[in-house]
């Protein structure tokens, strides 16, 4: 008995032994042999040496550092990629892609690397980073009012070269001038002028995308299926973009901004409670961000609520102030609330720069402040009462650090069909909601803490908020709303998260997945799953007898 327990005992040893070099023993040669892969595809222009750093290399930890834009993925214990490659031509992108997957590597894509949950950066198996910020060539066309700019390319980088050439154009995009392009145009992107003009994906009219057969394709050889899907639907799960053709919005050459913060001593409701019946039915000329946080009043420690509103009005400060108190007087807009500027000067001043900061800051690529944050979304259908708000206030000073962030939708938004791309949050909204938590310390203790924030305050927001599904932005990435764990390709769990970010335009988005890229090549924690096959069955055979 005993030598024959000793004896299996050994076996197993060994074989486990033998399991775990094995283990070893395939991913550093398989990274050797995808290496090798890698060079194979090297073109003599254009070396694909230089792209390549493995942790052995003196500048890895600064390269993959580089990027990080949430400090909460800038820990020892954050999975670390086994090589970046730091593409400088399309070609050493089409090696990545052939070369990934003839090696059964997992590959994330990054551009700016201001995913909130470092999807384009971190992962749970053995993963290399496709980096794409030496891509960021930007070409615009004043004459054709359109502009080719490269995923690589941050926010900042695009508004500076479009107003360099024009001072009558701009273009709908985020607020925060150094998001990349790749991930920001590609899940959608929203700033101050999407009630004039909706989202980036509302204007782009071409794109450039390696896709899983390492095929370079624009909008004519990719289709308007695929075409449709990297506009909203994220490129993550469909290829790798490379550059986006976007048509310039028309923006007059004085704009004004105001920056107005009340707290609730000052009538801060009865003001947020204008603002929720008018916010989306505003001239659209007009968007008025509104925050809600918490600060301390007096000496003794005691906390009040603040509303703060930001506005962007196309226009001059003489028509804002009439706009104002003709559909929103509870505020008292001053024309000395206000501040006559050009547009690129609004992009700073909404980025809390002075106004007269030299505009070349918007070319800096080193973010003006890192925390570590956490972000959630909602959807608010219908204004908040005053007792609405009354609770919401009580909550936010009982958690303190909680900041609400609402972003009013109507003018454009509400025309655009929901099928239109797969943003699908469109008509019937009238702002999203932003729940943002940032903090500057360590640790797994202090993280969960604040991450619990975050998580009990969209538990309290229930009420005011979407239903079935609790609709989210797909951008504001949050993998509360449910994983598709990495490696796998359930649909169900894909349909989890799917629902809440793309509502009907999933079953699309899984289609063109299932077509373009059907073992599921393009992957992560929240991609577009493949139909699963018995799905695929019965869609081909729909298919055939349509046909
Ligand atoms: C400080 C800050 C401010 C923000 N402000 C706004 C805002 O005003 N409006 C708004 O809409 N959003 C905003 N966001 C969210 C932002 O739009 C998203 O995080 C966006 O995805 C970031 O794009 P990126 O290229 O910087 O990120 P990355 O982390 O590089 O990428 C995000 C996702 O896109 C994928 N991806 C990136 N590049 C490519 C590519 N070339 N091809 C295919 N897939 C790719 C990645 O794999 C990842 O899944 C903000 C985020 C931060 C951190
Ligand atoms: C690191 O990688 C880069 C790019 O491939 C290369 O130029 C450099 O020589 C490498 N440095 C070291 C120390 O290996
Ligand atoms: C660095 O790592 C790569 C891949 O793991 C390997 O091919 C190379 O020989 C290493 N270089 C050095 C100097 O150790
Ligand atoms: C990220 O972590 C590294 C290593 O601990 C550290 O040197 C670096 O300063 C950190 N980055 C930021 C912005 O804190
Ligand atoms: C708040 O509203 C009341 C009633 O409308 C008004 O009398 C008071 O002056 C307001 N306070 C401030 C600071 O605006
Ligand atoms: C903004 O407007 C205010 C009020 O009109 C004015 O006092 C201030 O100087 C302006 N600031 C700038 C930077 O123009
Ligand atoms: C966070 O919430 C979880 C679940 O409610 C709880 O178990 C945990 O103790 C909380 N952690 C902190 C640090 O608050």
Known sequence: MGVLRQAILSLLAIFLLSMSWQAFGSSSSSSGSFIRCLLSHSQPCHPISRAIYTPNNSSYSSVLQAYIRNLRFNTSTTNKPFLILTALHESHIQAAVLCAQKHNMQMKIRSGGHDYEGVSYVSQVVFFILDMFNLRSIHIDVGRETAWVQAGATLGEVYYRIAEKSKKHGFPAGVCPTVGVGGHFSGGGYGNMMRKYGLSVDNIVDAQLVD?????????????????????????????????????????????????????????????????????????????????????????????????????????????VSVMSKSFPEMGLKKSDCNETSWLQSVLFWTNFPLGTANDVLLSRTPQTLNYLKRKSDYVKNPISKDGLEVIWKRLIELKAVILKFYPYGGRMGEIPA???????????????????????????????????????????????????????????????????????????GRVYGIKYFKGNFNRLVKIKTKVDPGNFFRNEQSIPTLPIHKQIKLNWCLQSVV
């Not at 969209?458 to 609790?470: G, H, I, L, Q």
């Open 212 to 320: 899983v057969n390492g095929r370079l394709l624009d909008r004519k050889s990719m289709g308007e299926d695929l075409f449709w899907a990297i506009r909203g639907g994220g490129g993550a799960s469909f290829g790798v973009v490379i550059s986006y053709k976007i048509k310039l919005v028309r923006v007059p050459e004085t704009v004004t901004v105001f920056r107005v913060a009340k707290t609730m001593e000052e009538n801060a409701t009865d003001i947020v409670h204008g603002w929720m019946n008018v916010a989306d039915k505003l001239d659209n000329n007009l968007f008025i961000r509104l925050f809600l946080d918490v600060v301390n009043i007096g000496t003794h420690g005691k906390k009040t609520g603040r509303a703060t509103f930001v506005a962007l009005f196309l226009g001059d400060s003489e028509k804002l």
């Open 419 to 493: 099928e239109e791309t797969p943003f699908p949050h469109r008509a019937g909204n009238l702002a999203k909601i932003q729940y943002a938590v940032n903090w500057n310390e360590a640790g797994k203790e202090v993280t969960d803490y604040y991450i619990n924030l975050t998580r009990k305050v969209y538990r309290y927001m229930t009420p005011f908020v979407s239903k079935n599904p609790r609709e989210a932005y797909f951008n504001y990435k949050d993998l509360d709303l449910g994983i598709n764990h990495n490696g796998k390709n359930s649909y169900r769990e």
